[in-house]
């Protein structure tokens, strides 16, 4: 056995040496476990733990996301004390994005301005095909009616396809929008008071706003009604339905994709993957005249909530009171955290190459793939072992060991998704939005160009950064970013 087994297992015997100590220590105070099972385990932890007032769970992960965030954000405060948000790299760009998020002084004197072309776009809106129009050009901001992405093709993943999805709504499944659920009237109530206070700040009138929240919810009720269910979308077979683009296209009454795409850079490919047919038919029923001022409250209404964590604090604040209630945290987190998490979710492969040359060497992660190999040994030779597996299923399940890609730390490069991206400060006109607009159209403009193309299995989907592991099963890999 080599010394990183062994040194897996002397830390997994002493983790466990751990728990019994814990549970002893239980004993004396909580329920024996054939009373209360999860008491006897858990109860001493239980009692000695509270969940901080700015966030909805605690545990082993959520400790290790809370200290690994106070440690991004004091290497983000240091380096941009070096004065290396002035180098235009990536890790300069996120730097001076971040440094822009986190001047609310600015940001509350510039209020809603960033959005006002968007805003107009929707008011300006005089039928259904400028609606649609007006849906496009706020395509990178906000999404409304149709979401598009570009993932590995599920029935070959040697490929991606490009994918349309559902419409978006607020709250977090269609459950919510049924009058009979106790708690979605609840959470309905409030989303509609939180979309009157965002339309009062975009200059409507008190009574104007109220009706204007009313419609926009109505119109998140029908879009929700034709929505699969979580228990549908967990159905993953269900959610792949290839079409021939041009039957796709054909099949949308009132949505011009081909100009969808020309807008955002990409060419239409011979074949989609469509998730969910029924809303897109459901979604003809919807775009209609008669419902054109309830549409654009609609749009108007995910314009402001989708945007509210780049424009001024009251904005942010009215999205925080609506997340709140829906999560049961009862107070907002420092914003210097918010201005964080956007500059982060953004540029999130450049805070990875941050947090790995402080937190994470070549030789660490050397050794943990030595670690992860020792085990894929031992779990070769068990397999090797069991009698009641055949000959074919035993070789079978030693060469998906062999060929297992081990994703461990961080990548050996990222590609570079925001190379068209230049940062545009405030003394230059920039703003937030102007600049999160920039980004996500460099982005588009590498993920579209992925259409057809080969999947390149070295690839991350998640920065190394973020405190998670797991196994795809699409790529035959491990994922154990450096956070863990």
Not at 370 to 380: A, F, W
Request: charged content about 20%.
């Amino acid at each position: 056995m080599s010394k990183h087994l062994n040194q897996w297992l002397r830390t997994l015997c002493l983790l466990c040496a751990c728990t019994v100590l814990m549970g002893s220590m239980a004993l004396a105070e909580h329920p024996p476990a054939k009373e209360d099972f999860y008491l006897h385990i858990n109860g001493e932890w239980q009692d000695s733990h509270e969940i901080p007032a700015d966030q909805m769970m605690i545990g082993g992960f959520g400790d290790l996301d809370i200290e690994g965030t106070k440690k991004q954000i004091a290497l983000f405060n240091e380096a941009l004390t070096q004065g290396r948000d002035a180098q235009q790299d990536g890790i300069g760009k996120m730097l001076a994005f971040y440094r822009m998020a986190n001047d609310y002084g600015k940001r509350d004197e510039l209020g809603l301005t960033p959005i006002a072309p968007y805003m107009t776009m929707i008011a300006d809106a005089k039928d259904i095909p400028a609606l649609c129009d007006a849906a496009w050009g706020i395509f990178p901001i906000t999404n409304t009616f149709v979401t598009a992405y570009v993932m590995p093709d599920m029935k070959d993943s040697t490929k991606n396809a490009l994918y349309f999805d559902t419409g978006n709504v607020t709250l977090p499944d269609k459950q919510y929008y049924d009058d009979s659920n106790p708690t979605g009237q609840m959470l309905m109530g409030l989303l509609t008071q939180g979309y009157a206070q965002m339309f009062a700040l975009a200059g409507q009138t008190a009574e104007e706003a109220a009706g204007s929240a009313a419609q926009a919810l109505e119109i998140e009720k029908r879009i929700a009604a034709s929505l699969p269910s979580a228990e549908e979308r967990s159905v993953i077979t269900s959610m792949y339905n290839p079409r021939p683009f041009a039957e796709f296209d054909a099949s949308l009454e009132k949505i011009d994709l081909v100009t969808l795409l020309e807008k955002i850079g990409a060419k239409a490919p011979e074949q989609v993957v469509v998730s969910w047919p029924a809303y897109y038919e459901a979604l003809n029923a919807l775009l209609t005249e008669e419902n054109l001022p309830a549409l654009k409250s609609y749009m108007l209404a995910q314009l402001l909530m989708q945007t509210s964590g780049s424009l001024n604090t009251q904005m942010l604040e009215i999205s925080n009171q609506f997340q709140q209630a829906m999560t049961g945290v009862t107070t907002s987190k420092p914003l210097e955290e918010y201005a964080f998490y956007l500059a982060s979710t953004y540029f999130s492969p450049e805070a990875g190459d941050l947090y790995v040359s402080k937190y994470f060497s070549a030789a660490a992660r050397e050794d943990v793939i030595g670690m992860v190999r020792d085990l894929i040994d031992e779990y070769k030779r068990r397999i090797a072992a069991l009698d009641w597996m055949s000959e074919d299923t035993r070789t079978q399940a030693a060469k998906k060991l062999d060929t297992m890609m081990l994703k461990i730390g961080y990548p050996d490069s990222y590609p570079d998704r925001t190379a068209a991206y230049q940062f545009t400060g405030y003394e230059h006109g920039g703003n937030l939005i102007t600049n999160q607009v920039a980004i996500v159209n460099s982005m588009l403009s590498f993920m579209l160009g992925r259409i057809d193309q080969p999947v390149d299995k070295t690839e991350w989907d998640i920065p190394p950064q973020v405190v998670n592991a797991f196994y795809n099963p699409l790529h035959n890999e491990i994922v154990f970013p450096a956070a863990i």
